[in-house]
């Protein structure tokens, strides 16, 4: 298929994260099969019992090095409002629907320049992952495995045609405070959770005042930020909370310890349950401590990629398969079309010239990282 059949198709595969990406995988073996490709699947079980496969397709030598374009297959919910977006209507110069941007646009554009390009005296490896909208899970499965060992790669996301070579990291845990229940007009006889919570709450600013001591300029905002996104707790409310549960995520810069905020964490934890008398427990369950990453400014795929957009390279606080990838050996760069403020957006949609433009940069890149030529 053509490049706006292609990423329709995809389109209408619905592969958001709660369901197989199997039949995604399936289209996009179909299409590079005949091109020549050697195609292999890893599947496991996710924590709901959803069977999740990566797959893993090369063409040319057998070897490490080469050049691996890598992008994920699953995406977020959609509202169900949403007509469209598992139709993939074409408007505008835009192709509409979930995932359009983030990033089967990515894919379609990979599948096309491999379609463009010959063997080469280096590998060619396309990468399709599962999960990456909930912790990059395929990826992490990927690099787990231990076979794939790109010298150059191109990791798919949404970064409107600029290379990003370095982003933050990401961590987060959950927060169980548990505490004794009781009549609300009788406070003595308990312990509210969510009054110990919200107390802990002044320990967490507390905390990411002293994560902005470390600075890095190449980032925006230059320091590890924190976030407490969802909480939930207690009965009613003329009842003292006996439980209250939150999450807590930050993003570490490069060179810091994931594991810092936690630590802080942990403390102020331990010294509000001692305060409480034995009346208050936490509990910290980890969700993720994915570190920040890096590839060299003056790295050849980097440098590549900035010739071939006119832009220079810039860094993100938000994570991707950046770290996994730069754990096979690669030097890695994110790159690909649409806009990340569209991502995960009733309305989503990808430019055509933009997806155009993408094929175009990344048979370039296969050309000069492969030793390919066009057909």
């Known amino acids: 298929m053509d490049l706006v059949p292609l990423l329709q198709a995809l389109i209408r595969i619905d592969s958001t994260s709660s369901r197989p ?3 995604v995988l399936d289209l996009l073996e179909g299409e590079l099969k005949p091109l020549g490709f050697t195609t292999r699947r890893t599947g496991w079980l996710d ?6 496969q ?5 063409r040319g030598p057998d070897l490490p090095g080469g050049l691996a374009l890598i992008g994920h297959t699953d995406c977020v919910p959609f509202d169900p409002a949403w007509t469209e977006a598992l139709t993939a209507p074409l408007r505008d110069g835009h192709v509409l629907g979930r995932g359009s941007a983030d990033t089967k646009g990515f894919l379609a554009a990979a599948v096309t320049a491999a379609r463009r390009t010959l063997p080469g005296a280096h590998p060619l490896t396309l990468l399709f992952t599962a999960d990456e909208e909930v912790g990059c899970l395929g990826a992490k499965q990927a690099l787990a495995e231990g ?12 970064t409107s ?17 548990t505490g004794v229940e ?8 308990g312990a509210s959770a969510i009054h110990a919570v919200g107390r802990l709450f002044t320990e967490l600013e507390r905390i990411g005042g002293e994560l902005t001591a470390v600075r890095d300029t190449a980032f925006d905002p230059p320091f590890t930020t924190w976030n407490v996104g969802v909480i939930s707790g207690g009965k009613a409310r003329n009842i003292i909370a006996g439980s209250c549960t939150f999450s ?22 331990g010294r509000l349950t001692a305060e409480s008398g034995g009346r208050l ?20 795929i980097v440098r590549y990629l900035e010739q071939a957009c006119g832009r220079p390279s810039i860094t993100v606080p938000f994570g991707t398969e950046l770290p996994e990838v730069i754990g096979m050996g690669a030097e890695g760069v994110v790159f690909g079309a649409g806009d990340i403020r569209v991502a995960h957006r009733t309305g989503e949609r990808v430019a055509v010239a933009e997806l155009e433009s993408c094929a175009d940069i990344l048979t370039g890149a296969i050309e000069r990282f492969c030793g390919v030529a066009r057909p």
């Open 281 to 300: 427990a936490v509990a910290i369950s980890p969700l993720r401590t994915d570190p920040a990453a890096v590839t060299a400014p003056d790295a050849e």
């Open 182 to 189: 009781g009549h609300s007009a009788y406070p003595e006889v």
């Open 248 to 269: 807590y995520e930050w993003r570490p810069l490069p060179g810091q310890e994931p594991r810092q905020a936690l630590r802080l964490l942990e403390a102020a934890c």
């Open 54 to 58: 990566n797959l893993c397709c090369r």
């Open 21 to 23: 990406n199997g039949p």
């Open 47 to 52: 924590a709901d019992g959803v069977q999740k």
């Open 147 to 158: 076979r794939i060992h790109p010298r150059h790669a191109i990791i798919g996301e949404p």
């Open 161 to 177: 045609l600029v290379p990003v070579r370095a982003h933050k990291g990401y961590c987060a845990v959950e927060v169980e405070v």
